[in-house]
T-cell receptor, first 113, second 111 residues
Framework: EAQVTQNPRYLITVTGKKLTVTCSQN?????MSWYRQDPGLGLRQIYY???????DKGDVPEGYKVSRKEKRNFPLILESPSPNQTSLYFC????????????FGDGTRLSIL | KNQVEQSPQSLIILEGKNCTLQCNYTVSPFSNLRWYKQDTGRGPVSLTI???SENTKSNGRYTATLDADTKQSSLHITASQLSDSASYICVVPRSNYQLIWGAGTKLIIKP
């Protein structure tokens, strides 16, 4: 089954404790992206990757890191999480973004205390 | 400024009724517009993609329209079902790799 898998689905942690949210897709997609979703706002892009070893900042990259060492995986790293990073995070992938729909994971709800 | 605005913010209708959701955009240059459905606690799922030359596109009970001159799109849902309760999000690409997402319309279908 074609899917985007995120882990963990839920995480409560404390300020400053490094964490990684994993994302994996099995569709051989070149493009992957991370978004955060906050109440009343549209999805905001954090980082995206056009292919292996090619990444770029989205609209809200501060406080986040990513890597794309393999085509299928695109982890999101919070080196020193802060409460303002409490949010719902989505990973997505697509062949391209111009005329292809993005496939989303089921989300990771992060709470930073 | 590139923006996507949706209305209404929320809508409650009775099961079996029709409804129309609106999207206005100011993104330029324009290539296509997408509608996504997002169930509570789940990731968005693509409903339709409309290119510049398309005026109307249907996907089952969902019909999207696009007026590129006025920069408006609508999503019409016919004979609503309880499973249609979700947020509906309008999305316009800003570039090949970045999209601008509307805040969505939260639709609640009551039995």
């Amino acid at each position: 089954e074609a899917q985007v898998t995120q882990n963990p689905r839920y995480l409560i942690t404390v300020t400053g404790k490094k964490l990684t949210v994993t994302c994996s897709q099995n569709m051989n997609h070149e493009y992957m992206s991370w978004y955060r979703q906050d109440p009343g706002l549209g999805l905001r892009q954090i980082y995206y990757s056009m292919n292996v070893e090619v990444t770029d900042k989205g609209d809200v990259p501060e406080g986040y890191k990513v890597s794309r060492k393999e085509k299928r995986n695109f982890p999101l790293i919070l080196e020193s999480p802060s409460p303002n990073q409490t949010s719902l995070y989505f990973c997505a992938s697509s062949l391209t973004t111009s005329n292809q729909p993005q496939h989303f994971g089921d989300g990771t709800r992060l709470s930073i205390l | 400024k590139n923006q996507v605005e949706q209305s209404p913010q929320s809508l409650i209708i009775l099961e079996g009724k029709n409804c129309t959701l609106q999207c206005n955009y100011t993104v330029s240059p324009f290539s296509n517009l997408r509608w996504y459905k997002q169930d509570t606690g789940r990731g968005p799922v693509s409903l339709t993609i409309m290119t510049f030359s398309e005026n109307t596109k249907s996907n089952g009970r969902y019909t999207a329209t696009l007026d590129a001159d006025t920069k408006q799109s609508s999503l019409h849902i016919t004979a609503s079902q309880l499973s249609d309760s979700a947020s509906y999000i309008c999305v316009v690409p800003r570039s090949n790799y970045q999209l601008i997402w509307g805040a969505g319309t939260k639709l609640i279908i009551k039995p």
